[in-house]
C-alpha cells in the first residue's frame, strides 16, 4: 500500500471530538500526496497542554497523530496534523422539523391487498383512504400507486410518518433525511435490510431519533525515529513493516546521504481509532461506512430477543385439561399438540442445540392467560403458538410485538394481526390473498380459456366468484354466466360452446347440493363435446368430498384450491400407524386434520431454528403432508402471511396431482 492510500484511509470519517472545523495558524507540509499541518516543539518537555492551547488543538489531537508525545516532548520535534480534518467546517447536528414532511406518501398496491387492509396499515379510515383516492371505490390491484393521506405532526402522539423510497435512494440516506438511526428504520421496519430496500415501498420513519455510536476509522500516525549507525532507508522500513516508497514520501527532507546517526525522520503507522459521535454529525457517506459491513449483525440485534444457543418454544392453547368436559376446540388442541411433539421427536437426532418445549394451558380464560404472559421465562422464547379464541390471541399477539417474539397463528383464519404487528404469523391466508393468487392462476394458466360462472340461484354466492366474475370482466377475459336450474343438461351446456374452445367452469358456492345439480350436466357435456377442453374449479369444501365424489372430480378434470389437502397415500397411512403406537389411538378425522397440522408445523418451526433462520423468512419456506409454510411480510412493518395455497388436480388420467401457486 502506497502512503497516499494511506492517508486517504485516515480522512475517510470526520474526527468529531473537539476543535476541527477550524484551520491551525501553522505551517504545512505535504507528506505523500497529503497534506499536514507540523508544529516544531520549542523546548525538551514542553507541556502538552501548553502547546495545544497554542496551537488550538486538544491534548488528544496531539496524541492521536502523535503517540510518542504522550511519553514527552524533545526540542525541534515535529507535530503533524492531517490538513484535510482541521480544514472542514465543523458538523453541525440536523434536526428535521416534522411540520415540514409532505402530507401524502405514496402506496403502490401489492397482489392481494384491499382498502381495509391497507387503511389499516397506514392508520386512517377506509373514508379517508377514499376519498385521496376516488377511483378505487371498487376496489384496488395490483400496481395501483394510491395517495396515503399523512397525520400532520401536531396530532401525531407517536412521531410516526411514513416514507416512499425514492429510485436511487439508500437506507442511510434516508436516516440523514429524517434525522433517525439505521437501528431505528429496523425496528420500525422489520421488512428492510442492506439487501432489501426497494424504490417504490413505503417505510415508517420517526424524525429526530438518533443516538450515539462507536466508530471506527484508520488514521496515520506519526512517530519519531532516530537514526543509527548504519541505518538505511531499506532496513528501516523493513523493520517497521512498511516499504522504502512510504517511508520516504513522509520524510521528503532527508535524503539517503542525509540520513547519519541522530537524525530524527518520522515513521508511518496504520492504526484504527475509535470514536464516540452521534449519529446526527455524521454524513449519509459516513453513515455508510460505519454500517455497510454489519447490518446483518444491527438487524439481528434488532430483531432477534432470544441470542442464547437453544431453540425455544412455547404453546399456549386452552387445552382445558383439567375439565371433564372439554370443548371440541380442546380437544383439536390436544391432538394438535401430540402431533407437534411427534414432530420433533421425529427429528431428535437432527436437533444440534438445546430443545425446550414450555407448553401452558390458558384453560380458555383471560385470567389464566395474563398470569402466563407475566412470567419471566416467556421472554427466553423464539416462537409462540397462540389460540384462535379473540380475547387471548389478541393479548398474546400483542404480548410477541412489545417482547420481540414471533406469534404463530395456526388456527384463527379472520385476524388481522399481521396488518400492523410485525411478529404476527398469519398461518392460513387471508382471503383477500388466497383470492388474488386464484385470479393471478386464471390470468396465467387459464388465459386462453372462457370462464363460465355457474350460478346458484337456491344459496348466496362465495366472496371470490364475485371478484373473479368482476376480475374477467373488468380485464376482458371471455366469460359467460349460465344460471343452473333443473334443466341443466348436457344440451343446455354444449349451446353455449365452440369448436375448439377450452372452458373453465367455476361455481358461484362450494356447497355439496349445488355441486350435484350441475354436475351430471357438465359431464354429459364433456363427453358429448369431444372437440372442446371442459374442466372445473372447485372450492376449498371440495377437499372434504374428494372420497365421495373421486371418480366426478377426475372425470370433470377438477382443480380445486385450498389452505391445505390431506391426501391419501403411504405417507398419510405411516403417520397415523405412528401415532396410534405413540398416543394409543387414531387421529380424529377432521378438515384439517389438527394431528397432522401439528406434525408440519413442528417441522416447519424446527428446521427454521436448526438453520439458523427466522420462521418466516424465505429461508424457512417448507412444504408440509397437509400444509405448506411460505411466509412472507404484508409490508415493510407488518407481519407474516403464509402465501401458500394448495391446487388439488384430480385428472381424466386418474390422477391425483398436488401443487402449490406459490411454488413457480
Not at 417505510?203 to 532516530?226: A, G, L, M, S, W
Not at 517497521?240 to 541522530?262: A, F, T, Y
Not at 384462535?388 to 404463530?408: A, H, P, T, W
Not at 403417520?575 to 384439517?592: A, D, K, V
Amino acid at each position: 500500500m502506497v502512503i497516499k492510500k494511506l492517508l486517504a484511509l485516515a480522512i475517510l470519517l470526520v474526527a468529531v471530538a473537539c476543535p476541527l472545523g477550524a484551520k491551525l495558524n501553522l505551517p504545512s507540509k505535504n507528506l505523500g500526496k497529503e497534506s499536514y499541518y507540523y508544529y516544531k516543539v520549542e523546548k525538551n518537555n514542553q507541556s502538552l497542554a501548553d502547546i495545544a492551547t497554542k496551537i488550538g488543538v486538544t491534548k488528544e489531537d496531539i496524541i492521536k497523530y502523535n503517540p510518542t508525545a504522550k511519553n514527552g516532548v524533545v526540542k525541534n520535534q515535529l507535530l503533524f496534523f492531517p490538513v484535510n480534518e482541521f480544514d472542514k467546517p465543523s458538523p453541525q447536528a440536523s434536526r428535521v422539523n416534522p411540520s415540514t414532511i409532505t402530507n401524502t406518501v405514496t402506496h403502490v398496491v401489492k397482489s392481494g391487498e384491499s382498502v381495509y387492509g391497507i387503511a389499516k396499515a397506514y392508520g386512517i379510515t377506509e373514508s379517508q383512504l377514499l376519498t385521496a383516492n376516488p377511483s378505487i371505490s371498487n376496489g384496488v390491484k395490483a400496481g395501483d400507486e394510491l395517495l396515503i393521506p399523512q397525520t400532520p405532526a401536531s396530532i401525531n402522539p407517536e412521531g410516526i410518518f411514513y416514507h416512499t423510497i425514492e429510485k436511487g435512494e439508500t437506507l442511510y440516506g434516508v436516516a440523514k433525511k429524517y434525522n433517525t438511526t439505521i437501528e431505528k428504520l429496523m425496528e420500525l421496519n422489520p421488512g428492510i435490510s442492506g439487501t432489501n430496500f426497494r424504490a417504490g415501498e413505503a417505510i415508517k420513519v420517526k424524525p429526530n431519533t438518533t443516538k450515539d455510536i462507536v466508530i471506527t476509522r484508520e488514521i496515520i500516525q506519526f512517530e519519531p525515529y532516530k537514526v543509527q549507525k548504519g541505518d538505511t532507508y531499506q532496513s528501516i522500513a523493513q523493520a517497521h513493516g512498511i516499504n522504502v516508497n512510504q517511508l520516504k514520501e513522509v520524510n521528503p527532507d532527508i535524503s539517503d546521504r542525509d540520513l547519519k546517526n541522530g537524525k530524527i525522520i518520522y515513521i508511518p503507522k496504520t492504526v484504527q481509532d475509535q470514536q464516540t459521535v452521534n449519529t446526527s454529525l455524521l454524513s449519509e457517506q459516513q453513515l455508510e461506512e460505519s454500517y455497510s459491513d454489519r447490518l446483518d449483525d444491527v438487524y439481528d440485534a434488532v430483531h432477534s430477543p432470544n441470542h442464547d444457543n437453544s431453540i425455544d418454544i412455547a404453546i399456549m392453547l386452552p387445552f382445558q385439561l383439567e375439565m371433564s368436559n372439554r370443548s371440541r376446540n380442546a380437544d383439536n388442541y390436544i391432538e394438535f399438540y401430540n402431533g407437534f411433539y411427534m414432530g420433533l421427536s421425529e427429528i431428535g437426532d437432527r436437533i444440534n442445540k438445546p430443545l425446550n418445549i414450555n407448553v401452558y394451558d390458558t384453560k380458555n380464560s383471560i385470567a389464566t392467560t395474563d398470569s402466563i404472559l407475566h412470567l419471566e421465562a416467556l421472554l427466553s422464547n423464539d416462537i409462540i403458538i397462540a389460540p384462535s379464541e379473540d380475547d387471548q390471541l389478541r393479548k398474546i399477539m400483542r404480548f410477541g410485538r412489545d417482547n420481540n417474539i414471533n406469534v404463530l397463528n395456526c388456527f384463527a383464519t379472520h385476524s388481522d394481526d399481521y396488518i400492523n404487528n410485525p411478529r404476527a404469523m398469519q398461518v392460513n391466508i387471508p382471503s383477500s390473498y388466497m383470492n388474488a393468487e386464484i385470479k393471478d392462476m386464471l390470468d396465467t394458466k387459464f388465459k386462453d380459456y372462457v370462464l363460465v360462472f355457474l350460478f346458484d340461484i337456491q344459496e348466496p354466492a362465495k366472496d371470490i366468484y364475485d371478484e373473479i366474475l368482476n376480475h374477467a370482466q373488468a380485464t376482458n377475459h371471455q366469460n359467460i354466466t349460465l344460471t343452473v336450474s333443473a334443466d341443466f343438461t348436457g344440451k343446455t351446456i354444449s349451446r353455449y360452446l365452440e369448436p375448439g374452445s377450452n372452458y373453465l367452469f367455476i361455481p358461484s358456492n362450494g356447497k355439496e347440493s349445488f355441486f350435484n345439480s350441475f354436475a351430471t350436466g357438465l359431464r354429459e357435456a364433456k363427453d358429448m363435446r369431444y372437440d372442446c377442453e371442459l374442466e372445473l374449479l372447485g372450492h376449498p369444501e371440495y377437499t372434504m368430498y374428494i372420497k365421495k365424489y373421486k371418480e366426478e372430480f377426475m372425470a370433470l378434470d377438477t382443480y380445486i384450491y385450498s389452505r391445505f389437502y390431506l391426501p391419501d397415500n403411504d405417507q398419510v397411512a405411516a403417520f397415523n400407524r405412528s401415532y396410534t403406537s405413540m398416543f394409543g389411538s387414531e387421529p380424529t378425522n377432521s378438515t384439517p386434520n389438527m394431528s397432522v397440522f401439528g406434525y408440519d408445523t413442528s417441522l416447519f418451526i424446527a428446521n427454521a431454528l436448526i438453520n439458523d433462520v427466522e420462521p418466516g423468512s424465505k429461508e424457512s419456506k417448507f412444504n408440509g403432508i397437509q400444509t405448506n409454510f411460505n411466509f412472507e411480510r404484508a409490508n415493510n412493518w407488518a407481519g407474516f402471511i403464509n402465501r401458500s395455497v394448495r391446487i388439488i388436480h384430480l385428472t381424466p388420467k386418474k390422477e391425483l396431482i398436488i401443487t402449490d401457486l406459490n411454488d413457480k
